[in-house]
Structures are given as C-alpha cells and as structure tokens.
C-alpha cells in the first residue's frame, strides 16, 4: 500500500463470503454470491444500512476514525465495493458516479502524447469522450475493427498507453478475442492498459479479468442495477497500485457513487443472475424469431454469429442485447413507433424491453460522416430485452414489423 493513501480510506479487501461468521470460507457459485452479502452492522440487520452521511465525527482532535467525509469513503459505499469485487473476481473495486465517469476516471491514466487503441464500433459516449481527449488532451486516438487481432497489434508501438475493449460491442455486436489481444499487447507493450467495458456482459456472463486484462469497468446502469432506476459505474482490477491511482481520481474529482445510490445498486445486484438469465433466454428466442422471419440478426446465441465460437469461449451466456436490420431507415422507424410493450428508450439491461434506432439515439453523438466509414447501418434497430413473457414479447414484435411493412406474408406472422 503506497503511503500516499491512508489506509482508512481504501474500502477492505473483499473477504470469502461464508454463509455462518465463523463457518467454512468458501466461493460459492456466481448465483449464491450475488445474494449473499456480508454486513459488519452492530444490529445485524439483513439489509446492508444507508449510511446518509456527508461527515463522520472524529473520536478527537488527533485520532482519525475509520471514515471521515463520504466523497473519500462511506460504509455504504464499502460494502457494495467488496461485495463486486467478489462478484467481478477482482481484489479491488471502485463504485462510481456513472459509467461514463468510470471511463473518465480511467482516462485520467493518460498522459499527452499516450496513444489509445479503440474498437471502430463502440458505445457513442466513450467514442465522445475518447473524441474530447484526442481534440483537447493530446492522446492519439486509433478506432480499428478489434475483431481483427492484426488490425490492433499493427497499431502496438511504445506509445500505446491503453488497449481499450468492447465484447460484444454496443451495438454491432461484434466480438473480440480479449485473452489472445491481451497477451499480444502484455508482450509487446508491458506498459500498456488493457480496459475492458463489459456492460454488455455483466459478470454473470464474462469475467475479462480472468484473461488478465487490467481494468473491467462497467456502466452499473445497465444489468447490475437492473431497473433504470439509478446511474452508476464500477471499476475493477486486480493490481492494487493501479486501484490506488484509480482510488486517488475518484477522492480527487468527487464522482465516488453516493449511498443512496449504492444501496439501490447493492438490491439490484442481489437480482442480477435471475434477472439476466431470464433476459437472456428472452433474447435468444426473439432472436431466433427474427431471423426466421428473414432479417439479418446480430446476437451471439445464434449460430450464424461470425464470431460464435470465440464468443463461447470467453463468455458464458450470449447477453440480451441484439440489433437487426431491415434495409430501409424509414421502416425500421415504423417497426420503433408500432411496438407497445417495448419502449422506446437508450439503454438496456433493464427489466422491461426496450426498443431503439442507435444512430438516433444511443450512438446520435458520433458524427453521420464517422458512423458511414465505420460501416454503422442507419437503419439499425437495438432490442434490449427484459424479463416479461417471452411470447408477448415476440407478438407483440410480430405486430410491430406487420404494421410497418417489413413481413410481407401473413404467414411471417405465425412464424
Ligand atoms: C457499453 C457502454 N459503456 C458505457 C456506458 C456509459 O454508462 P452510463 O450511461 O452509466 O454513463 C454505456 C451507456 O451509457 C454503454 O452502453
Ligand atoms: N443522450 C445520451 C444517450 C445515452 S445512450 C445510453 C446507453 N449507453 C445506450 O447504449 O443506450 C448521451 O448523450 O450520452
């Protein structure tokens, strides 16, 4: 631990959960760990505590309690902390005020000058904010098709100061191959960061920290929480000198996640196996459907994924995201306006479907000319799928192309 940060102000590292204090410590499985949650509360309440606090009283004038501000640290905080730093296999992770400001604090690792090797198909906010720091940050920026290993290793050289993925990216759903990018980098650049966004996945699905990458970050918005009820990110490693610089941006620019929020978040994460499996298999059956009924699908549960193999061996489910296309922009915005159980609606991970045009919406912050040499399909319509009945959901989807003019038979209909 460097001296640099008192130890009072980083949260405990995370101890084997153990159903009985004192019982035989041991990992359970993915579905029982995002249950069980461990609280050092004096009343032993179920329910980890709101600690609702901006100041925590000094025991004097000299002696420094465990927490003293909660920007620094709240036991709130602390606790959802541990308790994802178990679930994402990390020893160390930061809950902050949104994704977006995960990525930020993350950035703030570059220098200028650094170079950064992105994905060409990525979520529109963190092309933004790459765009901000290559515009006013003096950090070259490289956007290559990351499904490609040479395209990433031809740009390696010894500026590279970060290797920044997506798998399956939001919203071409294209996959990467993270351990074998990893590796290459390790061994060509040791210096270099690899960060990997793996909202799409959560960790019930994909644990990229398994194939030694450095930081996993996550917009907490998404499947962890759950309900589109609160904004979050999270942050994971493994190496604690690199929590501490990552610690040390979130104390100094303020955006550690508040305790409300991490209570909130702390509930949504007890849901998360249930949630994302039901939401899954949603996924895989609306999929199926759409692609029977003759429309060009991207989802890695389908076979005709080009990228399904390596997809399975990294993760362990194929996620409830899937875009489609149906070759005109003006019939994908009838199918958006026809649906009625799916909202339309950013986001996704959520428990209700969702329906939505990225280049209108999620990815509308990326310039029209970089979205057409990136090859991003205007007409592209984004299904998040939720938790509700799987047959409603495809009638109702049904209707929606029916009313839009994009199933010309009846019988598409009864497909
Ligand atoms: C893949 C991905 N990463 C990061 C973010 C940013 O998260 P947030 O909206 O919580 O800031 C989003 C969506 O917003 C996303 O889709
Ligand atoms: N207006 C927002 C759009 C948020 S998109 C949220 C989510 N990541 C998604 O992919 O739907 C913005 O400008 O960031």
Redesign the pocket.
């Known amino acids: 631990m460097s001296s640099s940060v008192p130890s009072s102000l980083l949260p405990p590292s995370p101890a084997p959960s153990t159903p009985r204090p004192g019982g035989p410590q041991r990992r359970f499985k993915l579905e029982t760990e995002v249950v069980y949650t461990e609280s050092p509360d004096q009343y032993r309440s179920s329910s980890v505590p709101i600690y609702q606090t901006a100041t925590f009283k000094q025991v004097s004038g000299s002696e420094m309690g465990e927490y003293d501000y909660s920007r620094s640290g709240n036991p709130t905080r602390t606790q959802l902390e541990r308790h994802l730093a178990k679930i994402m296999n990390a020893s160390r992770v930061l809950a902050v005020a949104s994704?977006?400001s995960a990525m930020d604090v993350i950035a703030r690792l570059l220098r200028p000058g650094d170079e950064v090797i992105a994905g060409d198909d990525l979520?529109?906010?963190t092309n933004?904010l790459l765009k901000y720091l290559s515009t006013n940050g003096g950090i070259v920026v490289h956007h290559v098709d990351t499904t490609s290993i040479s395209a990433v290793t031809e740009k390696l050289n010894d500026k590279t100061s970060m290797v920044l993925l997506e798998s399956p990216t939001?919203?071409l759903i294209k996959i990467c191959d993270i351990p074998t990018i990893t590796r290459l980098v390790k061994a060509t650049v040791p210096n270099a960061i690899v960060a990997v966004d793996n909202?799409m996945l959560s960790p019930i699905a994909q644990n990229p920290l398994d194939f030694g990458v450095d930081i996993v970050y996550e917009?907490a918005?998404?499947f962890l929480s759950g309900h589109h009820d609160l904004m979050a990110g999270v942050i994971a490693v493994n190496d604690e000198k690199l929590a501490e610089k990552l610690f040390f941006t979130v104390n100094a620019t303020g955006c550690g996640l508040a305790p409300f929020d991490c209570w909130l978040l702390l509930r949504g994460v007890k849901t998360l196996a249930i949630r994302f499996e039901k939401a899954q298999s949603n996924a895989q059956i609306v999929a199926e459907y759409l692609e029977g009924a003759g429309f060009k699908v991207r989802y890695p549960g389908l076979e005709s994924h080009p990228q399904y193999d390596l997809h399975w061996s990294m993760a362990r489910g194929a996620g409830a995201v899937l875009s489609f296309e149906t070759g005109s922009v003006d019939v994908s915005e009838r199918i958006v306006e026809s649906a009625r159980l799916w909202g339309i609606?950013?986001?996704?991970g959520c428990v209700n479907s969702l329906i939505?045009m990225?280049c209108k919406?999620?990815?509308?912050?990326i310039d029209p000319k970089v979205r057409a040499e990136r090859a991003l399909p205007e007409d592209l319509i984004?299904l998040?799928v939720g938790i509700e009945n799987a047959s409603d959901l495809v009638e109702d989807l049904k209707h929606a192309l029916f009313q839009a003019g994009a199933l010309k038979t009846e019988s598409a209909l009864s497909c």
Request: some cysteine; overall charge positive; proline content about 8%.
């Open positions: 994704g977006m979520y529109g906010g933004r939001n919203p909202t917009s918005t998404k609606s950013v986001s996704f939505s990225p919406m999620s990815h509308a912050s984004r998040c």
